[in-house]
């Protein structure tokens, strides 16, 4: 079923690379950088990843050519993960020579549980070629995060941690929110005491209010360590902290395929299916 374009765009900020630019530029001239997401996951024809690909290099190029504050965020199972992991590989390649070449940046997301080794092998192998151009995500439910964030920092890496989109088994990830936010304090302490820049992804003020204290109380400026939130929540909480002089990135997805990243914006919070129904319903 093809759902129309209207519900979605709280969440995305256009369909084409085009829609989006004006609403990346009133980001960037309030003092907020972005990430571009050209949504799409879980591929399973070369075809759509070759697409893919290609489709995200002209994004880089034209994020140079427009001057735009920002870089982008890629799903591997977009490039071809589920694919043939070489595959993948040449593929997540080809776009770091143009992030290179533009000197810019890619950030690869982090997926359902069944592929974080596969991602972070790749990340790795991605990270000893292209360096400060590529960055990872770690997810503070899952309970292996514990290892592959001591892993991570002691490489040094350009980490993005966030709680966790996808629905995990208890055997795999943290159930309850009180044991989640714990996890995440606990990395992001350990970011921010042993890398360079950490990006700290979320729109809880608990914990956003945390990573504050925490960083002033062991001296590290604002200058060392970005929020991100996501396009559509909590853009006041963004300015007010651009404001204050903290780094603010904010994730904006933008293209057609949004379903997946629609559904799991709104299955996060029951108010967002009031949210669509209002939508549906003014119309
Ligand atoms: P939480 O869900 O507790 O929300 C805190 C508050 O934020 C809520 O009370 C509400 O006000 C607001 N809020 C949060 N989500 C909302 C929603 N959907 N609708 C309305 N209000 C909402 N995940 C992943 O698995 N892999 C990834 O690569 C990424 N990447 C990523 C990048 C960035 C920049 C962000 C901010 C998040 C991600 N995530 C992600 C998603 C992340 O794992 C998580 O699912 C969401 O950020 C929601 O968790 P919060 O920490 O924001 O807290």
């Given at each position: ?184 304090k606990?990395?992001a302490a350990?970011?921010l005491q ?15 209010e945390w990573v504050k204290n925490y960083a002033a109380a062991n001296k590290i400026g ?62």
């Open positions: 079923m093809k759902l129309p374009y209207f519900l979605a765009k709280r969440f995305v900020a256009g369909e084409t690379f085009e829609a989006a630019v004006p609403k990346i530029m009133e980001l960037n001239n309030k003092g907020i950088k972005t990430t571009l997401d050209l949504l799409g996951e879980q591929v399973t024809e070369r075809k759509s990843a070759d697409q893919a690909l290609q489709d995200y290099r002209i994004v880089l190029k034209k994020i140079e050519e427009q001057r735009l504050r920002s870089n982008i965020s890629v799903k591997l199972s977009m490039m071809g993960l589920n694919i043939n992991k070489d595959y993948c590989r040449d593929n997540l390649f080809a776009l770091l020579d143009t992030a290179r070449e533009t000197d810019n940046f890619v950030r690869i997301d982090m997926e359902g549980s069944v592929l974080t080794q596969p991602i972070l092998d790749l990340f790795k192998e991605a990270y000893k070629i292209y360096g400060r151009h590529v960055g990872i995500v770690i997810q503070a439910y899952l309970h292996r995060s514990k290892d592959d964030i001591a892993r991570l920092a002691e490489m040094g890496a350009d980490v993005r941690l966030c709680k966790g989109a996808y629905h995990e088994p208890e055997r795999v990830a943290l159930q309850h929110m009180p044991a989640i936010r714990d996890a995440f606990e990395y350990i970011l042993k890398t360079t820049f950490p990006r700290i992804a979320t729109h809880d003020e608990e914990l956003v604002k200058a060392r360590y970005e929020f991100q939130m996501l396009y559509g929540l909590r853009q006041n909480t963004c300015e007010d902290l651009a404001a204050q002089g903290y780094n603010v990135r904010i994730y904006v997805p933008f293209g057609t395929r949004w379903l997946p990243y629609f559904t799991r914006r709104i299955k996060e919070r029951k108010e967002n299916v009031w949210f669509i129904l209002s939508t549906m319903l003014k119309r």
